[in-house]
């Protein structure tokens, strides 16, 4: 899976081994998700998910049933793709010259149709949904989070690296899996040597000296891969991770929120709140749980209850739309706001239109003038990525405040 590195995969399949808190979940629901596990080591990824998703919408606050059926979905994805692998359809015509030509015109179309509409790629939709609603309804739902940027916002990674680096890499590679880190590290090495903008092999050396405990040697090549790719979050998830068992943790925490600014990745937000703790501080991004998708008109899954604080917030997004682009950037002038962003009116919309309490902090934030620094980062959600990046760009200092504010609380 693109960007998907073997230290996260590690997270995946640690997963299943958790057990939940007495009182997290019922005694008979707590049978069931272990029913649901046992069906995944089965393989019987269908089973599972069928046993899961009412178990999500039952506890939509508890992170690790997210985590988990993410993790099933994962699975599935890729066994129905694997599945399908034998079945895609394909079209060649000959042209006049006698040469076949491959999915010409109106073959051509059809066939994109038919491949387009396989159940591997419903399922993968139906799955993305999935997660986005995770991460409306959990703070902690880390699995989703990761997959939703993975599959699509991190770039294809050394892609132009050469056959010699490659072999070195894999070499690696096996000597990592039986735990030789030495050995690992010297092919990793060699893979440098032959490409120094090889991406994963800095990153793998990092994890190969992390394997050792050799947190130091790890954090230099963290920060290779960092400085060689600086949009991805993995490398910095591991760099941070690295200073705290080095008991650098105000490092920790410089990293974990440049990371975030960056991408308000989930994983981040609880990675900076243990480096806090470990440094004697405090961090909390006050999170409230939404009720429906960002930036969307018309039927709202997630508006279950006719809760009428988020038809508000859809009311807002139906009179900001049409001076937006398709982004939800607002390109055109208009009296309703001085905000370049259609989540922030939105919210601005909503907030002068009810009075719940669920939205106190959010007011205090207003009040402070950070309100859309709290709906951006606080608040962050995947479908409005690029309003957030667009806001990043433009506001990283404002945004740092904000962090230090919220640490001061």
């Known amino acids: 899976m693109k960007g998907l590195t073997k230290i996260s995969s590690y997270l995946l399949i640690a997963l299943l081994q958790y057990i939940p808190a007495n009182g997290q979940i019922t005694h008979r629901d707590q049978k069931k998700y272990n029913k649901a596990v046992s069906k995944y080591d089965l393989t019987k990824y269908d089973e599972a998910e069928k046993i899961l998703q009412p178990l999500c919408k039952k506890y939509p606050n508890t992170n690790f049933l997210w985590d988990v059926l993410a993790q099933v979905q994962l699975k599935n994805y890729y066994k129905k793709t694997e599945t399908e692998k034998h079945f895609n359809f394909s079209v060649t015509t000959s042209g006049k010259d006698g040469k076949s030509k491959t999915n010409d015109s109106l073959a051509g179309a059809l066939v994109r149709m038919l491949n387009s509409n396989q159940p591997s790629r419903i399922y993968f939709k139906k799955s993305v949904d999935t997660w986005r609603e995770a991460t409306l309804r959990c703070s902690e739902a880390e699995i989703p989070s990761m997959l939703l940027r ?56 990092g994890d190969a ?30 760099l941070v991770d690295a200073l705290y068992h080095m008991h650098a943790f105000q490092e920790a925490e410089t990293e974990a929120i440049d990371a975030l600014l960056v991408y308000p990745d989930v994983g981040m937000f609880l990675k900076l709140d243990i480096v806090a703790k470990a440094d004697n501080k405090h961090f909390d991004r006050h999170w409230i749980e939404r009720g429906v998708f960002p930036n969307m008109m018309g039927d709202q899954p997630l508006n279950e209850k006719g ?16 001076y937006c682009d398709k982004d939800g950037i607002i390109v055109q002038k208009n ?49 409005f990525n690029a309003q957030y990046q667009h806001f990043a760009k433009q506001n990283r200092e404002r945004l740092k405040s904000y962090v230090e504010l919220l640490m001061s609380l």
């Open 150 to 205: 993975t599959f699509f916002l991190d770039p294809a990674l050394d892609s132009a690296v050469g056959q010699n680096a490659l072999k070195e890499f894999n070499q690696g590679e096996q000597a990592f899996q039986k735990q030789n880190y030495n050995e690992a590290i010297v092919h990793y090495q060699k893979a440098i040597d032959l490409d120094s903008t090889f991406y994963k092999a800095r990153l793998y050396m």
């Open 209 to 238: 000296y992390y394997g050792k405990e050799d947190y130091v040697f790890a954090s230099r090549y963290f920060r290779d891969a960092v400085r060689l790719r600086p949009a991805l979050q993995e490398p910095r998830k591991y």
């Open 307 to 322: 809760d009428r604080d988020w038809m508000e917030y859809i009311n807002g997004f139906s009179l900001i739309e049409k």
């Open 335 to 383: 009296d309703l706001t001085k905000s370049h962003y259609a989540e922030v009116f939105s919210w601005e919309y909503m907030l002068k239109k009810t009075s719940s309490d669920k939205f106190l902090f959010a007011r205090k934030m207003q009040q402070a003038g950070f309100l859309d620094c709290y709906i951006m980062f606080s608040q962050y959600h995947f479908d």
